[in-house]
């Protein structure tokens, strides 16, 4: 059943780690839209989309059943849920693991040793899958929560939870033992609602948007003045300056250069940029890239 008003409807997480960013994102596509805790359902007022916020668990649902076309979720609920929806983009946020961990002072050091073990975890699907396709044989004790406490509990030997600093497994006694999932949120979609004629072009007009915004996340536009001669020395320096944008100035033979570099080597680069003789760098941040 595709729900159908002729709006696209997204869902997002109602409250919680993954709705700030969510937002965040939404707004950054220039979408405008009030978005209150309360209210299941928020209309944009530029876009023919309405935002459903919901609990997460219920996402990949809502998203296979076409009561949403498109949802934001964590690739850990949507591997658990197993629900028929494609996934169009990783969206950068939300990283966590899901791992398999053990009490600090256990034998337990390696996969094999799972043999015979008892795991507790509330991913009982996506570890069972897992378990399976590694040949492993342990039973798995399906657990509500507080999955932290089950090995002093003795309830397992290990558990299988959801980390991300890791702090909290340490703080319960815990060690690592290895990865089952690496997760992040995802943009996902009911498969029927992409070919669909009303709403597949709206998704991909959304589509476009957020590659966009996802695109200029960590970039920053770098102007500089320089020497004209100076130019092959600063390509060396910004390897990713394939084509610079070069600009002659008034002043004989000085140029602008101006780039996109990464902000994470912003740093480095810029130094090397004034040995290699370029003044006056003007760093600016990025909105949006649309390639
Ligand atoms: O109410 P609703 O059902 O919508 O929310 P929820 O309480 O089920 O989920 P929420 O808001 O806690 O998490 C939403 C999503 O964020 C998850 O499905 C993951 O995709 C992602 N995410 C990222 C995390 C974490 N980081 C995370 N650290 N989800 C949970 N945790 C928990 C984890 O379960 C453990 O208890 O945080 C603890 C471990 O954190 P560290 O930093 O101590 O390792
Ligand atoms: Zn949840």
Redesign the pocket.
């Known amino acids: 059943m595709l729900a159908t008003n002729g709006r696209l409807k997204l869902a997002l997480?109602?409250?919680?780690?993954?709705t700030d960013e969510t937002i965040q994102l939404l707004r950054s596509c220039g979408l405008a839209f009030e978005h209150s805790r309360q209210a299941l359902s928020s209309p944009c007022s530029n876009f023919d989309l309405d935002l459903l916020a919901i609990?997460?668990?219920d996402i990949p649902e809502y998203v296979q059943d076409g009561v949403a076309h498109l949802g934001i979720?964590?690739?850990?609920?949507l591997s658990e849920k197993s629900a028929r929806a494609r996934t169009l983009l990783p969206l950068g946020f939300?990283?966590?693991r899901l791992m398999i961990s053990v009490p600090q002072r256990s034998r337990l050091r390696s996969l094999r040793d799972l043999n015979g073990t008892r795991i507790g975890t509330t991913y009982p699907v996506t570890l069972g899958a897992f378990l399976k396709a590694q040949k492993v044989r342990a039973e798995i004790v399906k657990l509500s929560g507080s999955v932290?406490l089950a090995p002093a509990l003795n309830v397992a030997d290990a558990i299988c939870?959801?980390?991300?600093?890791?702090?909290?497994?340490r703080m319960n006694g815990l060690r690592p033992l290895l990865t089952v999932l690496e997760?992040?949120?995802a943009l996902v979609a009911n498969p029927k609602s992409l070919s669909d004629k009303r709403t597949g072009p709206l998704i991909e007009r959304l589509l476009i948007r957020i590659r966009a915004v996802l695109e200029a996340r960590g970039k920053r536009y770098l102007m500089m003045n320089a020497p004209a001669d100076a130019l092959p020395k600063i390509q060396k320096v910004i390897p990713s300056l394939k084509s610079p944008t070069v600009v002659p100035l008034a002043a004989t033979g000085m140029v602008a250069v101006h780039s996109v570099v990464a902000e994470d080597v912003f740093w480095d680069v810029m130094e090397r940029l004034k040995a290699a003789g370029a003044s006056d760098i003007v760093v600016v941040p990025i909105e949006t890239i649309v390639r």
Do not use: F, K, P, Y
């Open positions: 997480q109602r409250s919680g780690r993954l609990r997460d668990d979720v964590g690739q850990n609920i939300g990283q966590c932290e939870d959801i980390v991300s600093t890791g702090s909290t497994a997760s992040q949120a």
